[in-house]
């Protein structure tokens, strides 16, 4: 086949296509755009429990001391990841190198950020939990007060019942995510794979 | 708007008609019906334009384009057919019994194009820069690839081209 003599009906072959449009549409089908959006939107939801967290300790003004550390640590730790995660969403989406290493560098440090999300999520489950049934319990309920406050020296199955308690909603934490990335992340993963590999072949 | 930003978007705009031609070929290559390159073409301008700010004008505006336009079409999602939807296919020369010399270039060029989307995304690109007369140099830095690799893959293609358009029935001289 003469490739050379094709090129020029290539360059001559007049194309009309649509017209460029004044108003873009919202929605879009790229999927690494469809990932940074899932990442800010989560971002938005976390910000927006974090902040509820933080009214809720201003307005009930004492609380016990393993509720301002399980909440302080809930901060220090969202805070923590939440600027990993947001340099990497500052790094996606860029053009300035080439196809394959842009594509090739996203799907790596997605999978990578896929994994820290998970130890994120084990991290600060027990903790939000604690924080959470301290702040509502702690305000409602004479009983969840107590049990925060009591000697687990000498009630060791107030402290068997809480682990157990942490353990089963890090359990349901971790199941919940997994369907959430299955759901939110894989898809797109998977179909960015199979670029890379076409480009690695 | 004020009037600082409307003549970005203006000049934008500009560009982006100046060279649509290289943007609707990269759609039809990518897609195969008329409405899912129309949505592929709005997604490509989109992503322009989202990108436009780190266009720093080191380079022309259309070798940033082809980056982006290639980039954008590479993960673009398929959207889901329903059942029983159908893609309309541009019309080629019906095969014959033998193998069958085409001469006219129109004719070579449709059966070309045909052949073309029998190819992988990353393929596709490789011989989409090539025919739009990229270097070899050039081909390296859009794709991400070094200029052998980038040789190798050409050549690759286009015998997998030779091989496509031969098991259609014909053969382009």
């Known amino acids: 086949m003469n490739f050379d003599e094709l090129k020029d009906a290539w360059a001559n072959e007049p194309v009309e296509g649509p017209s460029v449009p004044t108003k873009l549409k919202s929605t879009t089908g790229n999927a690494i755009y469809r990932l940074r959006k899932n990442m800010k939107t989560e971002f938005s939801w976390t910000l927006i429990g974090l902040g509820l967290t933080l009214i809720f300790m201003f307005r009930q003004g004492h609380f ?30 860029r053009y300035d190198i080439g196809l394959k290493k842009n ?61 157990a308690v942490l353990v089963a909603l890090q359990v349901f934490g971790a199941v919940m995510l ?20 076409e480009f690695e072949d | 708007m004020l009037e600082k930003d409307k003549h970005i978007t203006q000049s934008f705009l500009a560009s982006v008609e100046t060279h649509k031609g290289i943007l609707y070929k990269i759609c039809r290559l990518y897609q195969e019906g008329e409405e899912d390159r129309q949505d592929l073409f709005q997604e490509i301008v989109l992503q322009l334009w989202k990108a436009h700010e780190s266009f720093r004008g080191d380079s022309q505006f259309s070798s940033w384009m082809y980056r982006v336009a290639l980039n954008t079409a590479i993960v673009y999602l398929r959207k889901q057919r329903r059942y029983g939807q159908h893609v309309v296919q541009a019309p080629y020369p019906e095969r014959g019994e033998d193998v069958a010399p085409l001469q006219d270039s129109q004719e070579k060029l449709i059966l070309f194009q045909k052949a073309i989307h029998q190819l992988s995304k990353a393929e596709k690109a490789v011989i989409f820069l090539y025919m739009e007369g990229h270097s070899g140099k050039d081909m390296a830095d859009i794709l991400g690839l070094s ?10 293609v286009k015998d997998k081209l030779q091989s496509i358009i031969k098991n259609m029935g014909y053969e382009l001289r």
Not at chain 1, 178 to 197: A, D, F, I, W
Not at chain 2, 147 to 156: E, F, Y
Request: positive net charge.
């Open chain 1, 103 to 163: 594509i090739r560098q996203f799907v790596y440090e997605l999978e990578i950020n896929m994994e820290v999300y998970r130890t994120y999520s084990i991290c600060v489950t027990p903790l939000a939990c604690l924080a959470w049934i301290g702040l509502l319990g702690g305000e409602h309920s004479s009983y969840i007060r107590q049990y925060f406050n009591a000697d687990i020296s000498t009630n060791p199955e107030k402290l068997i019942s809480m682990l």
């Open chain 2, 147 to 156: 200029p052998a690799n980038v040789r190798v893959r050409l050549n690759r």
């Open chain 1, 64 to 93: 016990s001391n393993l509720t301002f550390c399980a909440a302080f640590m809930l901060f220090a730790q969202s805070g923590y990841f939440f600027t990993r995660f947001f340099l990497f969403y500052k790094r996606s989406g």
């Open chain 1, 178 to 197: 997994q369907l959430h990335q299955k759901t939110q992340y894989n898809r797109y993963l998977k179909e960015l794979k199979s670029v890379v590999s």
